[in-house]
């Protein structure tokens, strides 16, 4: 007989398994930040800086305010534990992971779209590009001096030499081993890593298998559109691994009482290592790119939580804000808020706050304590809540009262 989790308990394995609700050291230290680093198995990297850069506020939502240098000697530079790769979407992953993705590099290698045309009809260029890495080491392209580093065309403007050396990141000739001021540093793997990542790749299917097994571990719960996301896989591949790890007793089906499809049961599985907390304390602001949140059908399926970021929204027709990030209390998704970090007035602005229905009357003395840290850790002085939204109110009324 298949076991049942309430929706309640489902909430709670999976913000559980993503690290929420455990005692942290303070201020915290290389250990925790890594340990964030180490349970979600990837940081997801995006470019917009209005508040913070998203692969920061994983760590930041887990463990509070940290030195954000801990986590750059984890994540970048020749002795860091992680390189960049299309792993969910640009994202930092752990070195030892780097050969389980042959499969995707072999899809884009096998890809007849123009990414694929490119680096066929630059193949000079390309093997230039390895000469001058073999040569002089990890660089920059805005380091490279070549007649063809010219910014042009619709590619973000990117140079012949840019975009060739995002195919070959794509297709495994290059890594990318840190970034400098955003910009991505490549090497040749063997500059990168280490022999034993550069043998034999496992088959794809023993590669699938891995991924799911640690997608479920980081997810704690979850349906096989869950675990393909995680990795950004598609479903055959992880619909087979799910039967292998469920005959191991990796995984264990359940259901969870509201999660259907076409009307029936939609197939759940729990990871056998998952914690089952009776209850769960926490009080954090998400990344709109946090795992927790970045799959919108488990989001609204997991907190009945309709996320949507509003970046490409035209400002007019935003409703939430440009740069709305969910309020985790306890074990729900009850609000949001939309910040700016004003870096030359040294004020963390919220520039809208909603809460959800049904939010705890005590959100807004939750969330400030939060915001208050927020400002602290991007090294500002002050806070300032503007009144848009219907938690801006009680927010501004606990901002005056402290």
């Known amino acids: 007989m298949v076991d049942s989790v309430s929706p309640a308990l489902a909430r709670r394995i999976a913000l559980a398994a993503q690290g929420f609700g455990r005692a942290v050291p303070r201020p915290p230290g290389l250990r925790q930040v890594a340990g964030v680093v180490e349970r979600l198995g990837l940081l997801q990297i995006d470019s917009v800086n209005v508040f913070e850069r998203s692969h920061y506020l994983p760590a930041f939502s887990r463990v509070g305010g940290y030195d954000r240098a801990l986590l750059d000697r984890v994540t970048t530079g020749r002795r860091g534990r992680m390189l960049e790769y299309w792993a969910h979407q640009a994202a930092f992953i752990p070195r030892e992971l780097w050969p389980l993705f042959e499969f995707r590099r072999e899809e884009y290698r096998r890809s007849g779209s123009e990414w694929g045309g490119w680096l066929v009809e630059n193949r000079t260029l390309a093997d230039w590009l390895r000469g001058e ?61 280490p022999p034993e990542l550069l043998g034999e790749p496992p088959a794809e299917a023993d590669a699938v298998r891995q991924l799911v097994g640690r997608a479920a571990s980081a997810l704690g719960i979850g349906t096989e559109a869950d675990l393909a996301d995680y990795w950004r896989m598609k479903r055959a591949p992880v619909r087979a691994a799910i039967r292998d ?12 009482p509201g999660w259907t499809t076409g009307g029936r049961p939609t197939p759940t599985w729990l990871h056998r290592d998952a914690r089952r907390p009776r209850r769960l304390e926490a009080a954090a602001m998400l990344s709109p790119f946090d795992p927790v949140v970045w799959f919108r059908p488990r989001t609204e399926r997991l907190f009945d939580f309709h996320y949507r970021i509003e970046i490409y929204t035209p400002e007019p027709d935003r409703k939430f804000g440009y740069y709305s990030l969910p309020v985790l209390i306890d074990d729900d998704v009850v609000g949001r808020v939309d910040l700016k970090s004003d870096r030359r007035a040294k004020v963390l602005r919220v520039q809208s706050a909603w809460s959800e229905h049904g939010a705890p009357a005590e959100t807004a003395a939750r969330l400030l304590p939060v915001l208050w840290q927020a400002a602290a850790w991007q090294g500002l002085d002050d806070v300032e809540v503007v009144e848009r939204g219907d938690l801006a109110p009680a927010l501004r009324a606990e901002l005056a009262a402290a």
């Open 133 to 193: 890495l073999s040569a002089n080491g990890p660089m920059a392209a805005s380091d490279i001096e070549h007649d063809a580093n010219e910014r042009r065309g619709p590619w973000w403007g990117w140079s012949d030499v840019k975009r060739t050396l995002e195919w070959m990141f794509r297709v495994g000739e290059v890594v990318c081993v840190e970034r400098r001021r955003f910009e991505r540093v490549y090497a040749l793997p063997e500059q990168a890593l």
């Open 245 to 256: 790890l469920e005959d191991a007793g990796e995984l264990l089906p359940v259901e969870v």
